[in-house]
């Protein structure tokens, strides 16, 4: 009898429980058992301990769902109720916050796990950049991981046998490898990676998490939060940059999206995009939610619940847990110990992308007839290797060139910084995309103009030549006409939006206060007209206060209501 028992609370207990891995920044694997209780804070404490990492806000814990939908792990919820797939459970260890400064850092070992973060970043695409800072931030991961160039170890090509990037070229091979044997001698692994986070830091595409979306006229884009701000890209530009204190508010609604921005008193602006999935669309809500909170205030205890939409009885509540930049900076100033050991992993190919290994080269193929190497990623779980931050991008520039435009609409239009980012389309292979979407192959032809104006270097180059000052004045002259038209119509057609949803939410409150109102009729003519015999209502009738309520306020109620309708009746009657 007692060694049954025994066995059942056993079998009960690991019912209890859950084998959950963790794969972290280098690409090796935590395994631990987790109650079926146990929240998500639990399991992150454990792998910084692991890791000995105490700038630990920075950081979060990634999984994807069925569908291939992406989330981050909330660590104030339960694990197992986050989870919609059967365990054990499988999820990765990122940066969730990019460090605006990372030089500003306290500790070695966070800027190294920061580094190896970028390092991926820029090995799948995600980090964009032109040719020369590609050919240097290769060149700091040599010197970080091999050490100084040694004619006897490392022979002619030997920057071939690694993969920095998805795609490149015999020349940037060369570039990389001069660079490494002639200006990075004697620097240590330390001073190469917080060199190369310097570097990465100064990019136009530096902690860019995109969401793929689409525009109000159907064109693909990538929405993003960045340490400085919210940030569209299209083609082959940066088409908006907002800074988290122009944006005030996030919404969204099913699949639509919206942000709410004031760049000057007289300038507010409303951004409205598309995601793929309403599932999607919250994701991409609760990312730019928290990033505000992070970014932008000041201490935790500003931070408030947000609703995604003003009506009432609808909507997703949300609020950002954890500390803000600030306060994390703060805490890290008081860090007082000896640094950590680090093991520092070799330069090996990642795991999560078994088809590059060694990278496909470019040849003299003019950039035109170029075609964008696909990176095959397997479904499920093993996609989520590939991506901590979702942002891929097709190949790193060939060119040299890099432009810079502020346009800007006038009368209550939207201001946008507009960047030429890349002579080629921001256009990421979807075996990469953060969630599912549509394919749209590897050209994009929709997405290539924006405001009319043409998205790679050479076609501007080619119709700046062909249109003369005097058309250019004109048709700059209509653009504006046309902008502040269609303007001002999006500004009212978004007034008659709020007022119709207005109106409806006090519509579902009047209903449902008169149902409310209803109920408690019926329950008020069952105690006092009723002769139902039930527990709770026998109890009712004899409390003191109903017996009250019923003499002095029920009663004359009644005798007044009985006799305002027999002289109605009367009324009637006679007439």
Known sequence: MMLSRLVSSSIRSLDREYNCTVRLLDDSEYTCTIQRDAKGQYLFDLICHHLNLLEKDYFGIRYVDPDKQRHWLEFSKSIAKQMKSQPPFTMCLRVKFYPPDPAALKEEITRYLVFLQVKRDLYHGRLLCKTSDAALLAAYILQAEIGDYDPGKHPEGYCSKFQFFPKHSEK?????????????????????????????QMLETYGVDPHPCKDVSGNPA??????????VLQ?????????????????????????????????????????????????????????????????????????SSNVFFKGSRFRYSGKVAKEV??????????????????????RSCPSITHGPRLTSVPRTRRRAVHISIMEGLESLRDSAHSTPVRSVSHGESFMSSRGQLVDG?????????????????????????????????????????????????????????????????SGRRGLQAGSTKATTNSEVEDLHKFVLSVLRLFLVTIGLLFALLLLLIMLTESDLDIAFLR?????????????????????????????????????
């Open 235 to 307: 083609g082959n530009r940066r088409i908006h940059f907002l800074t988290w204190d122009e944006v005030t508010k996030l919404k969204f609604e099913a699949k639509t999206f919206h942000i709410y921005a004031n760049q000057t008193e007289e300038r507010k602006i409303i951004l409205t995009y598309f995601a793929p999935t309403p599932e999607a669309c919250k994701h991409l809500w609760k990312c730019g939610v928290e990033n505000q909170a992070f970014y932008k205030l000041e201490k935790s205890s500003q931070v408030r619940t947000v609703s």
């Open 172 to 200: 940037l091979e060369r570039r990389i490898a001069e660079i490494h044997k002639t200006e990075l001698i004697g620097q240590t692994p330390e001073v190469s990676e917080l060199n190369f986070l310097q570097k990465a």
């Open 413 to 477: 239009g939207e201001a946008s910084t507009s960047a030429v980012i890349s002579d080629e389309t921001y256009s990421p292979s979807d075996s990469v995309l953060p969630t599912p979407i549509a394919d749209h192959g590897v050209e994009i032809p929709a997405a290539r103009h924006l405001n009319g104006a043409p998205c790679s270097i050479d076609e501007e180059k080619e119709s700046a030549a062909r249109a003369s000052s005097e058309a250019q004045a004109a048709q700059a002259r």
């Open 222 to 231: 990538f929405l993003a939060f960045t340490p400085f701000g919210f940030t």
């Open 539 to 575: 109890d009712i009738r004899k409390t003191p206060e109903f017996q009250q309520f019923h003499i002095e306020y029920f009663c004359p109620l009644r005798r007044w209501f009985a006799c305002k309708l027999r002289w109605m009746g009367g009324f009637i009657i006679s007439n």
């Open 329 to 350: 900076m703060e805490q890290s100033a008081r860090i007082k110990r000896d640094p950590p050991e680090i093991h520092r992993a070799g330069m090996v190919p990642s």
